[in-house]
């Protein structure tokens, strides 16, 4: 049997697969802006000494992280329903965006603060720094720059897991797929292209997460430097030390 590819039904519909692909990028860049800086704040709750605090942080980051993304959708959709709030499904499909991300990113978070040695908190201390200050500049910091490659992952993560919102019938780029599809009997060619955006919306979160990364930890810069330069001066030394050697002997 044989099928030839046929992308030309296709094309009355690319500024519906653009405003698909736009939806998927404003939904994750909500959701990773708003789920981030919830989650920080849930990763210092979670080390916190007060208990009930602390222990609720647990449980909200083992009931998202045990229950799958589409459950989670649907019960924040219908279930609020049910209740008699009724969302539009772009606000509910990012609302359960936001608490997913935000416990992946609070694990992730508190995970580089437990990487702070303990040393240098109790040194920031004794000079006498607020504890904000220390939070900010001797945890925070640093950490997010240990964590930072395993959150860029997550977001790329929760991009690709926004197709599950087309159950809810947000209009995001699988839902127009679906849509597309049943229109044009394509659907082949149509999930190409769709794997193909998918693709681009992934390379341009990476482009965006690197450049915002070499902005904010500008001691990676500095150290890269350092190392590119000692790699330029090390073998001018070592061929020194050779002529060294070659004029002894």
């Avoid at 608490?99 to 992946?104: F, G, S, T």
């Avoid at 341009?204 to 350092?226: D, H, N, P, Q, S």
């Amino acid at each position: 049997m044989k099928y030839s590819l046929a992308f030309a039904p296709l094309a009355p519909y690319w500024p519906v697969f653009v405003n698909g692909a736009w939806l998927t990028l404003k939904m994750t860049a909500l959701a990773v802006v708003i789920g981030v800086c919830i989650g920080t704040l849930v990763a210092f709750a979670k080390r916190s000494k007060i208990k009930p605090l602390a222990r609720a942080c647990t449980v909200y980051i083992e009931i998202v992280r045990n229950t799958p993304f589409l459950v989670q959708i649907f019960l924040l959709y219908f279930g609020l329903a049910s209740f008699g709030v009724r969302m539009p499904t772009f606000a509910a499909a990012v609302l359960a965006m936001v608490i997913n991300i935000a416990a992946y990113a609070a694990e992730i978070i508190r995970a580089g603060l437990e990487s702070v040695p303990r040393g240098q908190i109790e040194a920031a201390e004794c000079l006498g720094l607020s504890k904000w200050r220390i939070g900010w500049h001797v945890m925070l910091q640093p950490s997010i720059e240990k964590v930072y490659p395993a959150l860029t992952s997550q977001f790329l993560l929760m991009m690709q897991a926004s197709a599950m919102a087309s159950q809810i019938s947000a209009e995001e780029l699988t839902a127009i797929a679906n849509t597309v599809q049943s229109d044009t009997f394509r659907s082949l060619e149509t999930y190409i292209v769709v794997a193909a955006l998918y693709l681009v919306l992934s390379l341009f979160i990476k482009l965006v997460t690197w450049a915002l990364g070499e902005y904010m930890f500008r001691r990676r810069r500095v150290v890269r430097r350092a190392a590119a330069q000692a790699g330029k001066v090390q073998p001018a030394a070592s061929t020194a030390a050779v002529a060294i050697h070659g004029g002894a002997a």
